[in-house]
């Protein structure tokens, strides 16, 4: 698997993570499994919330990673509407609780809400202070907003944006991407199979998709995680609720995709005009 720097933090994590929105819809014993076999393939990177399943799903990976916790970089997500001061010390404590262990590697706000962002960063900076956290950032931040962040928080400080980013969506890499290269932000997408819309295998883009796997001798998926991750400052976080799904995962974080392979996926899967927001599901 590899390994790559979370932008200026200099912690080495994997670029294929393990993502669990939805997660509480799935059979918990086979999520579990799903998760410790992910982590035996080198998928240490685990991501979660308090909003995933109004916060099962934080028990749930609390399950999974019990007796394990020093081998896995766990992130979780503060809801906006919970995001003043005291409500993010407050959400945090329930988080550790949930996921039994007393620090997170990475606390996010979700998304951008009606609290003041000062109010959220300096509790952020207060967590991390008394080791509830080790590094803070956000999720669903256009350029606009991530740049407020920047200002706010300082250099140095906003760690990771976690954002929409797959094949049939890369809009991130007008203005989002360019701006965390330019200040060691990571990049972490989250739903990077599209939630339901990965590429239909009997359009034109899908087969150039499956042509390039099938002459690598490996799935359609892990050349769409392996594109994905072409950019220094991208990690993906897949969701995989039966351990077959997450070893397929897994096997992306060691492939590697030629230039010609880059070029037709560029070609296949178009840009996309600028529409100047940021999408979100």
């Given at each position: ?46 991501d979660t919330a308090e909003m995933y399943g109004s916060g099962a799903v ?169 594109y994905l991750l072409r950019r220094q400052p991208v990690f993906v976080i ?24 880059l070029a037709r996926l560029d070609t296949a899967f178009p840009l996309g ?9």
């Amino acid at each position: 698997m590899e390994h790559r720097a979370f932008g200026f933090t200099g912690v080495e994590i994997p670029v294929v993570g393990q993502g669990t929105w939805q997660m509480e819809t799935d059979d918990e014993a086979a999520c579990v499994d799903a998760l410790q076999r992910g982590i035996d393939a080198g998928m240490t990177h685990i991501d979660t919330a308090e909003m995933y399943g109004s916060g099962a799903v934080e028990s749930l990976v609390g399950k999974a990673i019990a007796q394990r916790r020093d081998q896995v970089f766990l992130a979780s997500k503060v809801l906006p509407g919970n995001a003043s001061y005291a409500g993010t010390i407050e959400a945090c404590e329930r988080s550790l609780r949930r996921l039994r262990t007393d620090r997170l590697d990475l606390y996010l706000l979700h998304w951008p809400g009606s609290h003041p962002l000062e109010e959220t960063l300096h509790a952020f900076k207060d967590l991390r202070a008394q080791g509830k956290i080790r590094h803070f950032g956000v999720s669903n931040f256009d350029q606009a907003e991530l740049s407020k962040a920047i200002a706010i928080a300082g250099p140095n400080e906003i760690a990771c944006n976690q954002v929409l980013y797959h094949l049939l969506e890369r809009a991130i890499e007008r203005r989002v991407l360019p701006l965390c290269e330019r200040h060691g932000i990571a990049v972490v997408a989250y739903s990077p199979f599209g939630s339901g819309r990965f590429p239909d295998p009997s359009s034109t883009a899908g087969k150039v998709l499956a042509s390039i796997a099938a002459a690598r001798g490996v799935t359609p998926r892990q050349i769409a995680l392996r594109y994905l991750l072409r950019r220094q400052p991208v990690f993906v976080i897949p969701k995989a609720a039966s351990a077959a799904h997450a070893l397929d995962n897994a096997a992306a974080g060691d492939l590697r995709l030629t230039g010609e392979d880059l070029a037709r996926l560029d070609t296949a899967f178009p840009l996309g005009r600028d529409r100047g927001v940021l999408p979100t599901l």
